[in-house]
């Protein structure tokens, strides 16, 4: 999926839908048609659930066949059903020209600094772009860089100086330069879509007053640099992007991720800017969403960023991100979210650690079992997730190919190989790397971001 540096303007607009189905009627439907699944899929596992039972005693087996298959099909039914029900709304304006500042904060981004700010000079969009790079006490040649790219792609740019070691202290002291209604953090490795910044703009130019942020849409830039790197683009492409539509659908985006989303800027600073935890995204989305600001995602936005390359990489960020759910549930609880769908889609976090401990520490033993011919935990009943699995990934592929790839100019890069180990392997390494994450945070252990 490869970045087009060439000015795009699409001129793509969805057709109207005359039959209007308000959004918390889409929640209800979702609702009953996902209790309806998981109603039906406890009748067919009496069977299963008696098996167990005998084994383990009735309430360790509801325990685990709760966390195998209950849970996870009825969350996979509300996916589903809020996907096909899903219509994003028609942007008012493509072209806004309000003025707005990118922060960057960079450490030792020397090899990665020059090529994204040359992304960020060639965007289509028609409004000023202040961009302000927050050097964080980097050791090698950032700073130069930094200064070459003003100088040859004529941005409008400043540098700042942060020595207070941390993202969240860079991002804040960029905040205090901000002086446009909008401001956009972008990570020092991310390339933009040339019509990126147009689209964020747009999206929330075009949304309610009180929408207070607009997630970007993250894609994969180095899938072909390792067998993990290949993995990690079907996981943006399907996983992270479907879960970021239903949760823009319901006006309840929990991530507007740091590597690239808008704020309105008085609404970050309503909330105290970045806090000092090793997810400030995530905690600093809860904030707002707690003081009533509703945050949304554009799927059209969309940016391109490394993901880590090796295992070791690999679990140090997915762990840190686990770990920084658990601080945004100490910090912000799903009961004190002012807003129904809030209150549901941070609670659904709360049962987050439970199934990735039973995936862990039960369907995994248990699939080492069904091998040996010992079918306690998972067995024949397992493949009932499957269908709900093919028609989600199958519906969000024909969305992103249709209407996001296409009117953007991109294109699907064969990934076979990627995507069988996806499907087959991917929730075995993330459980666990998860529940490595949810220790670190009840242990207290030493933060690492890299």
């Known amino acids: 999926m490869e970045p087009n540096l060439s000015p795009i303007r699409p001129s793509f607009k969805p057709k109207a839908n005359h039959f209007y189905i308000s959004i918390k009627m889409k929640f209800w439907i979702s609702h009953a048609v996902s209790v ?21 005693s009735f309430p360790v087996a509801l325990f685990i066949i709760g966390g195998i ?13 809020s996907l096909l029900l899903d219509r994003q709304p028609t942007l008012k304006d493509e072209h806004p020209t309000d003025a707005v500042t990118l922060l960057i904060a960079a450490y030792n981004e020397e090899a990665t600094i020059f090529d994204t700010l040359q992304y960020v000079a060639n965007q289509d969009y028609d409004g000023e772009i202040y961009t302000v790079v927050i050097n964080n006490n980097s050791t090698d040649h950032t700073c130069q860089e930094v200064m070459r790219a003003k100088k040859e792609l004529n941005l409008n740019l400043t540098l700042l100086h942060e020595a207070k070691p941390g993202k969240f202290h860079a991002l804040n002291k960029g905040l205090q330069y901000v002086t446009t209604p909008y401001v956009i953090t972008l990570d020092a490795d991310t390339l933009l ?23 970007g849409s993250m894609l994969v830039r180095n899938s072909r640099e390792t067998i993990w790197t290949r993995i990690q683009e079907w996981d943006y492409f399907l996983g992270i992007a479907s879960i970021k539509r239903l949760q823009g659908l319901y006006q309840g985006t929990l991530v507007a991720q740091g590597a690239f989303s808008l704020y309105k800027t008085e609404c970050v600073r309503e909330v105290q800017g970045w806090p000092d935890a090793i997810g400030e995204d995530i905690v600093l989305t809860w904030r707002l969403l707690r003081n009533e600001w509703k945050v949304y995602f554009e799927p059209l936005a969309v940016a391109f960023t490394d993901v880590p390359p090796t295992f070791n990489h690999f679990v140090k960020q997915r762990s840190r991100w686990a770990r920084g759910m658990i601080e945004g ?33 039960c369907w995994i033993p248990g699939l080492i079992l069904a091998f040996f011919g010992f079918y306690w935990i998972v067995g024949p009943m397992t493949l009932f997730v499957l269908p709900l699995t093919i028609v989600s ?4 592929y024909i969305y992103q190919k249709q209407y996001v790839f296409k009117n953007l100019h991109l294109r699907v890069r064969k990934n076979k190989r990627g995507f069988i180990l996806f499907i087959l392997c991917y929730q075995m390494i993330m459980s666990p790397v998860s529940v490595w994450g949810y220790l670190q945070e009840l242990f207290k252990l030493k933060r690492v971001w890299q």
């Open 69 to 81: 298959a209950y849970v996870p099909g009825y969350m996979n039914a509300f996916l589903i059903m």
């Open 329 to 361: 549930l100490i910090e912000v609880k799903p009961w004190n979210q002012p807003q129904l769908y809030t209150k549901y889609l941070t609670g659904i976090n709360l049962i987050m650690p439970y199934l990735d401990f039973i995936y862990t520490f």
């Open 193 to 215: 879509h040339p019509s990126a910044i147009r689209y964020l703009v747009s999206r929330i130019e075009s949304s309610p007053a009180n929408v207070g942020a607009v997630a």
């Open 36 to 56: 309806g699944w998981m109603l039906f899929s406890i009748y067919l596992s009496l069977p299963w659930l008696e098996n167990l039972s005998s084994i383990v």
């Open 393 to 396: 990934y199958g519906s969000l």
